[in-house]
């Protein structure tokens, strides 16, 4: 079982993120202050950190500031009411692995803690990936479904490449464009929707869908299967 | 829509590199002041010079002259049966060589004395003649005429005076050259410390204006005019940072105090299952609340760290492709011109967001099977970014207010959107110090965005 640290001083909010991630069969740990939280990471072995940007004792860029320099390399997804741009490099630059802002769907946190938690699992050393019937060559950028080759375009190959990086995984549209786009701003929902769009088009089969799911209200899927 | 496609490149407009260029000290008062008091006290001197070198010479003659007059008197009171014998004994006695002599007859060869000189001369009045006319020396000549056509010669060497004189002359120009070098330096060196000063203000100004809100210009200990300006401006900037220390904070308060609960509120909803209009009216309310507070950012904080020089094809080119599938599912045409190689300076994930929320309006209102047209211009000196598309536009009247937050124009009210896209549009041009201009595109609308000289 994974164990999950969650820094949140908002007892609420605290409460929303560990129900959701309990319910993805984590276990959850929770802590309200900095100084809790370095308590716990100095005695427990964590397999991802859920971090507050602001808390009551100290800034979450100086937690995981001192979490690094004690060491500790447990992924951290920073989660912070300060949006900018800025605000973000600053957070990844300490140390964070993964920087989203308030307000969030619960899902989403759950989303990203399990792209952290997965990270190298779904990683190809050599340069190869086959996710079902899909064959990915990340050096010549080629595509095959089932043998048969798939033209796409250098942002669709981006697309397809960051969902099967993340096989069977649920991935929300800020993600994707976060990843995929490498920028932060909110774009409309419907942007992200005809890309995918058009990269489902181009691995539909007569007779067989194209392996990427619509999960309503939360992201995409690109199905293992 | 005029295109422009091959434009010679584009210059960045950075500052000028802080080099002291001699066109620069040139121009500043200093220089100009020390100057102006050097030519007149170039003028004064050479005036001075002139005086003496003119009396000087005129007092050596009139002494050479006194000399002349009293040898000739003394020849005019010899009987003219004596007059060849003392005339030649005069050129004899004077061995040195620095009296001439002479006594001509009617015809105008020598009779007696030494000097070989026969040329017109005015009686009775001193003339010169130059080194290498009558003699290798220069000389004061004085010619009395006698009855019956003779004429006494008597002329005395004046090197010594012509040596005077020359001396003179050639220590007024070296005096006068001299202080006019040493004033045009002067002025140099004296303006080059002012000047010095005035291109650290400028540079100041330059790292306040960037959003360096707690720098200050430079203030010496000299309490001079300089400082008195650079205290002004520093006072005026403690203001501006007090003011804008204020919106932060107000915009800090907003976010933690009023959006994290709304936020909350949204997640707690959702958890328990809320309606979908619910939870979309609240998603809407909260979408408003980020534009806002994104606005008040850019606004307050000046933010320039990611500026870097951009190619803005690449920048049309890239946001293009982003909304290409979008556009394309209204059956809406993107279309491109304009040439790379150029560079403006910017935040690309900024600029990208801007032109994105415009390329999206126009998608947005545009008439399926349309056009949006993106182009690169160059208009004098600036780059111009046009966004056009082929929709109803913008009446004239109504376009100052759309820039407005919150304004949605009468075709509008049907789209979605936090009616802020082209507020934080006008923001980001704003904070790159471009100008945003709505015009027509007959029919349609035409937004410019010209990325001229920054400010300072």
Same mark, same amino acid.
């Given at each position: 079982?994974?164990?999950?640290?969650?820094?949140?001083?908002?007892?609420?909010?605290?409460?929303?993120?560990?129900?959701?991630?309990?319910?993805?069969?984590?276990?959850?740990?929770?802590?309200?202050?900095?100084?809790?939280?370095?308590?716990?990471?100095?005695?427990?072995?964590?397999?991802?950190?859920?971090?507050?940007?602001?808390?009551?004792?100290?800034?979450?860029?100086?937690?995981?500031?001192? $979490?690094?320099?004690?060491?500790?390399?447990?992924?951290?997804?920073?989660?912070?009411?300060?949006?900018?741009?800025?605000?973000?490099?600053?957070?990844?630059?300490?140390?964070?692995?993964?920087?989203?802002?308030?307000?969030?769907?619960?899902?989403?946190?759950?989303?990203?803690?399990?792209?952290?938690?997965?990270?190298?699992? /779904?990683?190809?050393?050599?340069?190869?990936?086959?996710?079902?019937?899909?064959?990915?060559?990340?050096?010549?950028?080629?595509?095959?479904?089932?043998?048969?080759?798939?033209?796409?375009?250098?942002?669709?190959?981006?697309?397809?490449?960051?969902? /099967?990086?993340?096989?069977?995984?649920?991935?929300?549209?800020?993600?994707?464009?976060?990843?995929?786009?490498?920028?932060?701003?909110?774009?409309?929902?419907?942007?992200?929707?005809?890309?995918?769009?058009?990269?489902?088009?181009?691995?539909?089969?007569?007779?067989?869908?194209?392996?990427?799911?619509?999960?309503?209200?939360?992201?995409?899927?690109?199905?293992?299967? | 829509?005029?295109?422009?496609?091959?434009? *010679?490149?584009?210059?960045? *407009?950075?500052?000028?590199?802080?080099?002291?260029?001699?066109?620069?000290?040139?121009?500043?008062?200093?220089?100009?002041?020390?100057?102006?008091?050097?030519?007149?006290?170039?003028?004064?001197?050479?005036?001075?010079?002139?005086?003496?070198?003119?009396?000087?010479?005129?007092?050596?003659?009139?002494?050479?002259?006194?000399?002349?007059?009293?040898?000739?008197?003394?020849?005019?009171?010899?009987?003219?049966?004596?007059?060849?014998?003392?005339?030649?004994?005069?050129?004899?006695?004077?061995?040195?060589?620095?009296?001439? !002599?002479?006594?001509?007859?009617?015809?105008?060869?020598?009779?007696?004395?030494?000097?070989?000189?026969?040329?017109?001369?005015?009686?009775?009045?001193?003339?010169?003649?130059?080194?290498?006319?009558?003699?290798?020396?220069?000389?004061?000549?004085?010619?009395?005429?006698?009855?019956?056509?003779?004429?006494?010669?008597?002329?005395?060497?004046?090197?010594?005076?012509?040596?005077?004189?020359?001396?003179?002359?050639?220590?007024?120009?070296?005096?006068?050259?001299?202080?006019?070098?040493?004033?045009?330096?002067?002025?140099?060196?004296?303006?080059?410390?002012?000047?010095?000063?005035?291109?650290?203000?400028? /540079?100041?100004?330059?790292?306040?204006?960037?959003?360096?809100?707690?720098?200050?210009?430079?203030?010496?200990?000299?309490?001079?005019?300089?400082?008195?300006?650079?205290?002004?401006?520093?006072?005026?900037?403690?203001?501006?940072?007090?003011?804008?220390?204020?919106?932060?904070? /107000?915009?800090?308060?907003?976010?933690?105090?009023?959006?994290?609960?709304?936020?909350? $509120?949204?997640?707690?909803?959702?958890?328990?299952?809320?309606?979908?209009?619910?939870?979309?009216?609240?998603?809407?309310?909260?979408?408003? !609340?980020?534009?806002?507070?994104?606005?008040?950012?850019?606004?307050?904080?000046?933010?320039?760290?990611? !500026?870097? *020089?951009?190619?803005?094809?690449?920048?049309?080119?890239?946001?293009?492709?982003?909304?290409?599938?979008?556009?394309?599912?209204?059956?809406?045409?993107?279309?491109?011109?304009?040439?790379?190689?150029?560079?403006?300076?910017?935040?690309?994930?900024?600029?990208?967001?801007?032109?994105?929320?415009?390329?999206?309006?126009?998608?947005?209102?545009?008439?399926?099977?349309?056009?949006?047209?993106?182009?690169?211009?160059?208009?004098?000196?600036?780059?111009?970014?046009?966004?056009?598309?082929?929709?109803?536009?913008?009446?004239?009247?109504?376009?100052?207010?759309?820039?407005?937050?919150?304004?949605?124009?009468?075709?509008?009210?049907?789209?979605?959107?936090?009616?802020?896209?082209?507020?934080?549009?006008?923001?980001?041009?704003?904070?790159?110090?471009?100008?945003?201009?709505?015009?027509?595109?007959?029919?349609?609308?035409?937004?410019?965005?010209?990325?001229?000289?920054?400010?300072?």
């Amino acid at each position: 079982m994974t164990h999950i640290l969650v820094v949140e001083d908002d007892p609420e909010t605290a409460a929303l993120i560990a129900a959701r991630l309990v319910a993805e069969g984590h276990e959850v740990t929770r802590a309200t202050t900095g100084r809790e939280a370095l308590g716990h990471t100095r005695s427990l072995r964590f397999d991802a950190i859920t971090l507050d940007r602001i808390l009551p004792d100290m800034d979450g860029i100086a937690l995981v500031a001192r $979490l690094r320099a004690e060491q500790v390399m447990t992924p951290v997804l920073m989660i912070s009411s300060l949006a900018e741009v800025d605000q973000r490099i600053a957070g990844l630059r300490a140390g964070g692995d993964d920087y989203m802002t308030k307000p969030f769907a619960p899902d989403e946190v759950a989303m990203r803690v399990e792209v952290l938690l997965r990270r190298g699992h /779904a990683a190809p050393a050599e340069g190869r990936m086959a996710v079902g019937a899909l064959e990915i060559d990340l050096i010549t950028r080629k595509v095959w479904l089932a043998g048969e080759p798939v033209p796409l375009l250098q942002k669709e190959f981006r697309l397809l490449e960051f969902l /099967a990086r993340h096989p069977g995984q649920v991935l929300s549209r800020q993600m994707i464009f976060e990843q995929v786009w490498g920028y932060f701003f909110c774009p409309a929902d419907n942007l992200i929707n005809v890309h995918i769009g058009r990269l489902r088009r181009k691995l539909e089969r007569p007779g067989r869908p194209a392996p990427i799911d619509t999960i309503k209200g939360e992201g995409y899927r690109l199905n293992a299967v | 829509m005029p295109v422009t496609p091959h434009v *010679p490149p584009h210059v960045p *407009p950075h500052g000028p590199p802080h080099v002291l260029r001699l066109a620069d000290v040139r121009q500043t008062s200093s220089f100009r002041l020390i100057a102006t008091l050097g030519l007149v006290f170039v003028a004064a001197i050479m005036a001075l010079q002139a005086l003496t070198y003119t009396l000087t010479q005129r007092e050596l003659l009139a002494r050479s002259d006194a000399v002349l007059k009293s040898e000739m008197a003394r020849f005019g009171a010899v009987p003219g049966d004596r007059l060849v014998a003392a005339l030649n004994d005069a050129g004899r006695q004077s061995a040195s060589g620095f009296n001439y !002599f002479a006594l001509e007859n009617a015809q105008g060869a020598l009779v007696a004395g030494n000097l070989h000189w026969h040329g017109a001369a005015l009686p009775d009045h001193p003339l010169e003649l130059a080194a290498g006319v009558a003699a290798p020396v220069p000389l004061r000549v004085l010619v009395h005429g006698l009855p019956g056509g003779q004429r006494i010669i008597v002329a005395r060497d004046i090197g010594q005076i012509a040596e005077i004189r020359q001396r003179l002359l050639w220590l007024s120009l070296a005096v006068g050259l001299g202080v006019l070098v040493s004033a045009a330096a002067l002025a140099v060196v004296l303006s080059l410390g002012p000047l010095r000063r005035v291109q650290m203000f400028r /540079a100041s100004a330059k790292r306040i204006a960037g959003g360096e809100l707690a720098h200050r210009m430079p203030v010496s200990a000299r309490h001079d005019e300089l400082d008195l300006v650079a205290t002004t401006i520093n006072a005026m900037v403690e203001e501006i940072e007090r003011l804008m220390e204020q919106v932060k904070g /107000a915009t800090d308060a907003i976010a933690h105090d009023l959006r994290a609960p709304l936020a909350r $509120l949204r997640m707690k909803l959702a958890a328990q299952g809320g309606a979908p209009d619910v939870l979309g009216e609240l998603d809407a309310v909260l979408t408003r !609340f980020d534009a806002l507070l994104r606005i008040a950012e850019l606004e307050a904080a000046g933010r320039r760290a990611g !500026f870097a *020089p951009i190619d803005p094809m690449v920048l049309l080119t890239t946001t293009a492709e982003l909304y290409e599938p979008l556009a394309e599912e209204r059956g809406i045409e993107i279309t491109l011109s304009g040439g790379y190689g150029h560079t403006i300076i910017g935040d690309e994930a900024l600029l990208v967001e801007a032109l994105g929320n415009l390329i999206d309006n126009a998608i947005k209102f545009g008439p399926e099977g349309g056009i949006v047209h993106l182009a690169l211009m160059r208009e004098d000196r600036d780059l111009v970014l046009a966004i056009a598309d082929n929709g109803p536009g913008i009446a004239k009247s109504e376009r100052e207010a759309v820039l407005r937050r919150f304004y949605r124009g009468a075709a509008s009210r049907q789209a979605p959107g936090s009616g802020l896209g082209l507020n934080l549009v006008a923001a980001i041009v704003h904070l790159h110090g471009f100008g945003l201009e709505l015009g027509d595109a007959t029919p349609g609308l035409l937004v410019r965005i010209r990325a001229g000289s920054p400010p300072i």
